[in-house]
């Protein structure tokens, strides 16, 4: 099974700044990685997949780089409705497996 | 607009059943695998089992294989998740989602089991 790391577990930032998220797989994963953005109460919202590709209606300040075992997702300008719970997940084998997630905090 | 709509979860006794159902609307479902996903309560996501669009092929995760099976009536759109010899550490929002193995881009709201004596 691959074990996927986020980091930092919690990342306080001010509305405006950008923020970066990392994700690290124990093996590699190709490009098969996703990110999703998950808010209070609510289900999980994909924002990208293929490591890079934006989803469906998510804003172009969200995008996400990386390939093999190192990713990144990187908020250019943070709002408000973005200080949630992000997790990563990789599907380039089954069992797919998700990071335990990175707070994002308003600072 | 897509939908997927859970339901059927509960409290149920360590050692008992539960049948999940999830309902889908607004799109072919017949051409789309589909998953459980699960989350314990304020802990991360973990993809419980995944079924193909033509029902011949499903994935378990080892914390629930040979006591969870995933099903799917195409007749009524409807994705099911049948769940014996639950355990306390079973307990969690249950989320269905559209895709496999691509990225689910639609979620259900979830449903709760909770197993608990």
Redesign the interface.
């Known amino acids: 099974e691959i074990v996927m790391t986020q980091s930092p577990a919690t990342l306080s930032v001010s509305p405006g700044e950008r923020a970066t998220l990392s994700c690290r797989a124990s093996q590699s994963v190709s490009n098969n990685l996703a990110w999703y953005q998950q808010r209070p109460g609510q289900a999980p919202r994909l924002l990208i997949y293929s490591a890079s590709a934006r989803a469906t209606g998510i804003p172009a300040r969200f995008s996400g780089s990386g390939s093999g075992t190192e990713f990144t997702l990187t908020i250019s300008s943070l709002q408000s409705e973005d200080f949630a719970v992000y997790y990563c997940q990789h599907y380039n084998n089954w069992p797919y497996t998700f990071g335990q997630g990175t707070k994002l905090e308003i600072k | 607009e897509v939908q997927l709509l859970e339901s059927g979860g509960g409290l149920v006794q360590p050692g008992g059943s539960l049948r999940l159902s999830c309902a889908a609307s607004a799109f072919t479902f017949t051409s789309y695998a589909m998953s459980w ?1 699960r989350q314990a309560p304020g802990k ?4 419980v089992s ?1 079924i193909s669009a033509s029902g011949s092929d499903t ?1 378990y ?2 914390s629930v294989r040979g006591r969870f099976t995933i099903s799917r009536d195409d007749s009524r759109n409807t994705l099911y998740l049948q769940m014996n010899s639950l355990r306390a550490e079973d307990t969690a929002v249950y ?1 269905c989602a559209k895709d496999f ?5 639609y ?4 449903t709760l089991v909770t197993v608990s004596s």
Do not use: F, K, S
Not at chain 2, 101 to 105: E, I, M, T
Not at chain 2, 107 to 110: F, L
């Open positions: 996903v991360g996501l973990e993809w995944a994935y995760a080892d989320y193995p691509q990225p689910p881009n979620w259900g709201q979830g």
